[in-house]
């Protein structure tokens, strides 16, 4: 099956926004990536979604690192930037220098991070699995941090903010969920 960017029923995906900066042939760079997940806490990995003739796709196969900065809900506005232009024709860090947002300088190699991201994750290239027209860029994380503020939400083509919470059931409904999963165990022996 193929779809559509446009089709419709993608809509019902909700992301982060992942920034992700990289060095290279392109100078440092940085483009809005929706397709950004941590998915192996031993060791700590991060998947990225990136179309290969991207500019930082490019720099991070040159290089073996990149960051991710998770955006932080007050930073649409760089989400737009970083997502909107391409790093082949704009300087677009010094673009949002100049708009007032600010950059600093990564430990574990020569990259720019997001000042003020709701999390900061520098990486390691490990592996690149070539699927579909976004080929997963996976690294390992050699340093993380992260900051008190929430990440911004992606959702149907548009920014938000994390709303309420919704409670998880009550403890005595999980409990009647555990007896009954019990009842149906297919394999009574098994603990998990």
């Not at 592996?127 to 503020?149: C, F, N, Q, R």
């Amino acid at each position: 099956m193929n779809l559509s960017s446009r089709d419709p029923r993608l809509q019902k995906a909700v992301s982060n926004v992942g920034l992700i900066t990289s060095n290279g042939s392109f100078g440092h760079n940085i483009m809005a990536c929706e397709w950004t997940n941590i998915f192996s806490f031993e060791p700590a990995m991060i998947s990225l979604g990136i179309r290969p003739h991207k500019a930082t796709a490019q720099n991070i196969h040159e290089t073996k690192a990149f960051g991710v900065n998770i955006c932080a809900q007050d930073q649409n506005l760089i989400s737009s930037v970083a997502g909107n232009y391409t790093g082949k024709e704009i300087d677009k860090i010094a673009l949002l220098e100049s708009l007032g947002y600010s950059f600093y300088q990564a430990e574990s190699a020569n990259l720019l991070m997001v000042q003020g991201a709701s999390l900061n994750a520098e990486c390691e290239l490990v592996k690149t699995v070539d699927l579909g027209d976004h080929p997963l860029l996976i690294g390992e994380i050699k340093v993380i941090t992260a900051s008190e503020k929430q990440p911004l939400v992606y959702f149907q083509g548009r920014y938000h903010k994390i709303g309420d919470e919704i409670p998880k059931p009550s403890r005595e409904y999980r409990n009647k969920i555990k007896q009954l999963a019990q009842e149906f165990n297919k394999d009574p022996k098994a603990t998990n």
